[in-house]
């Protein structure tokens, strides 16, 4: 299975590390980190990658099928906006 499950929630196996501007690299671990970051930590242009990832992300809350496609989403919306790190 490609994910741990933790008190807290569901996290990925294999985290997204990610560099917003000039800051430290940033990892992201899990649907709810990612989409905490898409919704209040993106850069300000956002394409469409970013609203496919937030809306599975958040739909990745509630269903742990979508966690795997929540990640692939997240990484594809890094990709887009070159914060991939």
């Known amino acids: 299975m490609n ?15 990610l560099r917003i501007g000039y800051g430290m690299p940033e ?6 980190d990612a989409l905490n ?5 993106w850069p300000t242009v956002r394409g ?3 609203s ?7 739909a ?3 269903n742990s099928l979508l966690h ?3 990640r692939m989403a997240f990484v594809e ?5 070159d914060v991939l790190d």
């Open 48 to 50: 469409e990658k970013y």
């Open 3 to 17: 994910m741990i499950i933790m008190t807290s929630g569901v996290r990925w196996s294999e985290p997204v590390y």
């Open 52 to 58: 496919t990832a937030r809306h599975i992300c958040s």
């Open 27 to 32: 990892r992201i671990r899990s649907p709810k």
């Open 77 to 81: 919306a890094c990709v887009e906006a």
């Open 60 to 62: 990745a809350e509630g």
């Open 37 to 41: 970051h898409l919704l209040f930590r």
């Open 68 to 70: 795997n496609e929540a």
